[in-house]
């Protein structure tokens, strides 16, 4: 099943935790319709701005999915498939950083991780991935932040670009 014109169904549920582990990684009704307004709204402008494939890393993950992830929030927008992680090194087609900037600067978004990598005030820098949210029934509030981690937690900062 397509998602949106370049977006399949099983890319955007692909979990190897939930192969593994055994659990199951299927979206209620509900959910199905939340991936496929982020497919549009989101992964099709990103996936024509990198002009090729695009890697979504990580899509919807059920409760137990999502439980079964360390550090994964228990509020995460990835639990409603509100939510994608966007990966332009696994085709290289750009980089993580352009499509960060380019998400920043022409599409409406919940929320924009940096994910990791080198500091973004580094020209050269680029993060690991990219979370991106699109709400469907509140406004997008376009809430930047950066992912770091210390002493190995998680934490996140308001990313002022």
Known sequence: MNLSKHLK????????????????NQPTPEHLENLKTIAVEIFEPCRAFVGGPL??????????LNTAIKG??????HLKGLALDLDC????????RELFYF?????D????IWEYGGDPINANASPDWIHVSYYTNKPNKKQVL????????????????
């Open 55 to 64: 890697a979504v890393t990580s899509g919807y993950r059920s409760r137990a």
């Open 103 to 107: 998400i920043l600067e022409n599409l």
């Open 89 to 96: 090194d696994v085709h290289q087609n750009g980089t993580n």
């Open 146 to 161: 950066r992912a770091t981690r210390k002493s190995g937690r998680v934490t996140y900062q308001p990313f002022y670009p």
């Open 72 to 77: 994964s929030s228990t509020t995460s927008d």
């Open 109 to 112: 978004f919940g929320q924009l």
């Open 9 to 24: 169904l099983s890319e955007a549920t692909r979990s190897e935790t939930a192969k593994r582990l055994g659990i199951s």
